[in-house]
């Protein structure tokens, strides 16, 4: 089945230490996102990429890193810069451009990586 | 500025009764997308909805209902006949239409749906 695989689904970490969040995907999407959660706060875009090799910052990008060296795959580091980490991370796909002018993308969610600081 | 809220955070209801989820949206866009997802427990979000700007119908999918009003910039969910398996996070978002930036969307805060059995 095709899908968005998110690991690890929780992870410690202590103050000072980069960490790396993975995400893989099988749907054949062009584009990618990561999204954090916050209670009360909705979901907030990190970073996406539209195509490989390629990647744009969003609303929160600061203390935050990603790279797109594979289509299907799109990791995201939570550097030591990042002053509150601790938080649900929500990795995204839709099929991006490969859809045509057809508006906003359904985008299809992981099941997310709960990340706590120590 | 685009801006989503929804400003009921929590809802309890008991089963078999209707309960409507409200949002209210901002935007300078004259075309644009809405969207509503669904996250259980299990913390991934679920597709339920995209509605174009364009299209003020209403619509009805088994159990849920979607009432578009562009007039008062709204876009209301309403599950008839709740049950406890509709126990869950609902998100409105909001997005803009064209190939450019196709999946940044603007959420709302959440409303936390709990269907008592």
């Known amino acids: 089945d095709g899908g968005i695989t998110q690991s690890p689904k929780y992870l410690f970490r202590k103050e000072g230490q980069n960490v790396t969040l993975s995400c893989e995907q099988n749907?054949?999407?062009?584009?990618m996102y990561w999204y954090r959660q916050d209670p009360g706060q909705g979901l907030r875009l990190i970073y996406y990429s539209q195509i490989v090799n390629d990647f744009q910052k969003g609303d929160i990008a600061e203390g935050y890193s990603v790279s797109r060296e594979k289509k299907e795959s799109f990791p995201l580091t939570v550097t030591s810069a990042q002053k509150n980490p601790t938080a649900f991370y929500l990795c995204a796909s839709s099929i991006g451009r490969q859809g045509g002018y057809s508006g906003a993308n359904v985008l299809t969610f992981g099941a997310g990586s709960r990340l706590t600081v120590l | 500025a685009q801006k989503v809220t929804q400003a009921q955070t929590e809802i309890s209801v008991v089963e078999k009764e209707d309960v409507t989820l409200d949002c209210v949206y901002e935007?300078?866009?004259?075309?644009?997308?809405l969207f509503w997802y669904k996250q259980p427990p299990s913390g991934e979000l679920v597709f339920l909805i995209r509605?174009?700007?364009?299209?003020?119908q209403n619509e009805i999918s088994g159990r849920y209902s979607w009432n578009f009003q562009k007039s008062t910039s709204s876009f209301n969910f309403t599950i008839t006949a709740s049950q406890v398996v509709d126990s869950a996070v609902y998100f409105c978002a909001l997005g803009p239409q064209g190939s450019g930036n196709t999946g940044k969307l603007i959420f709302g805060q959440g409303t936390t749906l709990q269907v008592k059995p």
């Open positions: 509605r174009n700007s364009f299209d003020e």
């Open positions: 749907l054949n999407h062009d584009a």
């Open positions: 935007t300078r866009d004259t075309t644009y997308y």
